[in-house]
């Protein structure tokens, strides 16, 4: 990796240039289990590529001003314009994953899946390029990261108690993780699995 890093940015630096002279906004979406390397893939990509060509969006709770408005309001709003690049931590892919893992229906899960891949559709038809990237991490690699991190003074506010509770909800997550990737992923909108057992 040391040896091809710089080759590498070079490329990126290069696309980057190529998409401004394209025109169309490119939408990459990070998903995945916490402690992945949602967060580190996308500070990488920060330094290494002209951050006067990116948006870097981390999607939180919805507030009061998303929570009154239809709710893909707040992901529209974050979209890249025409020749940048949209670097999304989670967006749409977190109120459905969350809700099946702590035990919302089957009905309702799918009929967000649904709702997402309309979505996605209607971004594509209108020219985007969707780059989906699934990070994934298996549970005792989950555990040990969790475990590093909160070792580390300048690191531990990562780790917080509803991280662990996902943690202990590792298996349903993960059930429903593969439905979202098998549902989600089409020509328009593929996910790219990048997964490890251990960190």
């Known amino acids: 990796y040391k040896e091809r890093a710089a080759a590498l940015r070079e490329a990126l630096l290069e696309s980057q240039q190529a998409l401004r002279d394209a025109g169309f906004p490119v939408i990459v979406l990070f998903g995945g289990v916490d402690g992945a390397g949602k967060g580190d893939a996308v500070n990488v990509l920060n330094g290494w590529m002209d951050p006067r060509w990116m948006v870097t969006v981390a999607f939180d709770a919805p507030g009061a001003e998303e929570l009154e408005r239809p709710e893909y309001w707040r992901y529209w709003r974050a979209l890249p314009p ?14 459905p994953l969350l809700g099946r893992a702590y035990g919302g229906s089957e009905a309702e899960f799918d009929a967000a899946l649904d709702e997402i891949a309309a979505f996605e559709k209607q971004l594509a038809d ?5 780059l989906k990237f699934w990070l994934h991490l298996g549970k005792d690699g989950q555990e040990k990261r969790f ?25 349903r997550f993960v059930l429903a993780a593969e439905r979202i ?19």
């Open 126 to 130: 209108d020219g985007a390029l969707i």
């Open 181 to 199: 990737i098998t549902r989600t992923s089409n020509g328009e909108a593929p996910w790219h699995k990048i997964g490890r057992a251990h960190v």
């Open 147 to 171: 475990r590093r991190l909160e070792r580390d003074p300048l690191q531990s506010w990562r780790v917080t108690e509803r991280d662990w509770e996902n943690w202990r909800h590792y298996d």
């Open 82 to 95: 025409k020749g940048q690049i949209g670097l999304l931590l989670s967006a749409w892919y977190s109120r």
